[in-house]
């Protein structure tokens, strides 16, 4: 062992030449310090080689470079059987500042005073080479449970409040069809996550922010904490289960919604800009209104005549688009199971007046139900104007050409019979019988200045001509 009076001879570990170069030169600037660097290494063997020819008392190693392996050096020289004061050492650039064992900066100052502290012989030094204030501090065990206990407290009052308050804000309208149960089961899982992971999130923060705030005057680091596996693999595994279970769990519920009855009322659900029409293949009715007996599952075929919309009655919970062509047709299933009045929205952005595209929908016990069929099969009119109004209100031409003048999406129908309209080609023409029918069979050829053309294509296709003809009987009544 060395005497106090001879010089601290210092072996660097490091692979790194200018690693040694950078201790060197902040000891040279502080000749006072009575240091003489022996040696350098990159290897325990080399170490332990040079622990017996070179004779060290301290060894600084490079924190900084992986080809060293420091938990070994600390273990060997400070654990072990040498019991050398060994020091992990991070070089900041430029040289005027270091970084020691637990990442806390230094200025050259402070390095002066610290390096102090190894020129005392090595048997007056507490046998950990660290000084006490620069080993971070372990929490204590109990303090961790304290915390624990504490954070986990508040993150189930979070929890149970928040679930609460999800569920007692009614954001879910009444329940009135079979397939609208699963549906809210799926709603109350979200539910339960949406608050468990919020109140995860927000407590941990609030109780962090709150509790482990930064004292005044501590400017020191955090510790440097390295990976925890028995936490990723608790954050992994959780939300795999969860995800499973969902997907599990929703495709059950996919099951329950489009389960078949094997008798279901049927009925055609046409959409158009911007109107509903409603036909009951069974009975022969076409209707601007839905109507449904409670209780009996509708097997709902949907489809539009022009541009992409969706069928949406929150209180069925279920929702399909409604596609135009032929081959797209669309199915949905829907079985009430509460009579009253709801209301039939569009879901689906289509155009000006998508807001109001909308219809009611009446859910009527079985025997109103049949009423309601009996006065709609019952009643057809002998006077051409009558059924032509009723016509024109079943295919939504009224939710574009107004009875009174007013202004909507097309020309009001008021008053036009006769009249000469100029066209967005410059000419000008006689609104007759060949007009109108022109107009309803090839929209879009003479369309009235001022408008755009967006009358339904497939319109003319579902109506005949003796409907046309009621049509037209209806429009020349509109004088
Ligand atoms: Cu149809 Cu929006």
């Known amino acids: 062992m060395n005497s106090p009076t001879d010089p601290l001879r210092i072996l660097i570990a490091s692979s790194h030449p200018l690693f040694a170069q950078g201790i060197s030169s902040l000891l040279e600037k502080r000749p006072e310090m009575d240091t003489e660097v022996v040696g350098m290494v990159s290897t325990i063997d080399e170490a332990m080689n040079a622990l017996q020819n070179l004779n060290p008392d301290l060894v600084i190693v490079d924190y900084d470079?992986?080809?060293?392996?420091?938990?070994?050096?600390?273990?060997?020289?400070?654990?072990?059987?040498?019991?050398?004061?060994?020091?992990?050492?991070?070089?900041?650039?430029?040289?005027?500042?270091?970084?020691?064992y637990d990442r806390r900066t230094m200025a050259a100052s402070q390095i002066e005073d610290w390096l102090d502290g190894w020129s005392q012989p090595a048997d007056e030094l507490d046998p950990h080479p660290v000084e006490p204030d620069l080993v971070p501090k372990q929490p204590k065990r109990r303090d961790s449970m304290r915390h624990i206990i504490f954070?986990?407290?508040?993150?189930?009052?979070?929890?149970?409040?928040?679930?609460?308050?999800?569920?007692?804000?009614?954001?879910?309208?009444e329940q009135a069809s079979l397939q609208a149960i699963p549906i809210d089961d799926l709603f109350r899982v979200d539910f339960i996550a949406i608050a468990v992971l919020f109140s995860l999130i927000v407590g941990l923060m609030l109780y962090s922010i709150i509790v482990f705030r930064r004292r005044k005057g501590d400017d020191s680091d955090g510790p440097h904490i390295e990976g925890n596996t028995k936490l990723e693999v608790v954050w992994t595994l959780v939300p795999l289960i969860f995800v499973l279970f969902l997907a599990y769990y929703g495709s059950a519920a996919l099951g329950k919604t489009t389960a078949a009855d094997p008798k279901p009322l049927?009925?055609?659900?046409?959409?158009?800009?911007?109107?509903?029409?409603?036909?009951?293949?069974d009975y022969g009715i076409i209707s601007t209104d839905m109507v449904?007996?409670?209780?009996k599952q509708a097997l709902l075929n949907l489809s539009s005549t022009d541009v992409i919309h969706s069928f949406w009655v929150p209180e069925f919970r279920v929702k399909q688009d409604l596609l135009p062509g032929d081959d797209f047709e669309r199915e949905l299933r829907v079985t009430p199971i509460e009579i009253g009045e709801y209301k039939l929205r569009c879901a689906e952005l289509c155009g000006r007046d998508h807001y109001n595209m909308l219809a009611p929908v009446t859910v009527l016990s079985q025997a109103d139900f049949d009423a309601w069929v009996q006065a709609q099969t019952g009643s057809v009119s002998d006077d051409p104007v009558v059924r032509g109004e009723a016509i024109a209100q079943q295919y939504g031409c009224l939710a574009c050409h107004s009875k009174d003048g007013s202004e909507l999406a097309g020309p009001t129908w008021a008053g036009v019979f006769g009249?000469?309209?100029?066209?967005?080609?410059?000419t000008s023409v006689t609104v007759d019988r060949a007009y109108i029918i022109k107009s309803i069979r090839e929209p879009g050829i003479q369309v009235v200045a001022g408008y755009q053309n967006i009358m339904p294509a497939g319109i003319g296709a579902d109506l005949t001509d003796e409907q046309i003809e009621d049509i037209i009987a209806f429009i020349e009544s509109l004088q």
């Open 419 to 426: 009249s000469e309209e100029a066209l967005d080609d410059g």
């Open 292 to 295: 449904m007996p409670v209780n």
């Open 65 to 100: 470079d992986d080809q060293v392996n420091r938990e070994e050096f600390l273990a060997r020289f400070v654990e072990g059987e040498g019991r050398l004061r060994v020091v992990l050492f991070s070089l900041k650039e430029g040289g005027d500042e270091a970084i020691v």
């Open 151 to 173: 954070a986990g407290l508040l993150v189930a009052v979070l929890i149970v409040g928040s679930y609460f308050l999800l569920t007692t804000i009614e954001l879910l309208p």
């Open 266 to 281: 049927r009925m055609d659900v046409v959409g158009s800009q911007w109107s509903w029409r409603f036909e009951y293949p």
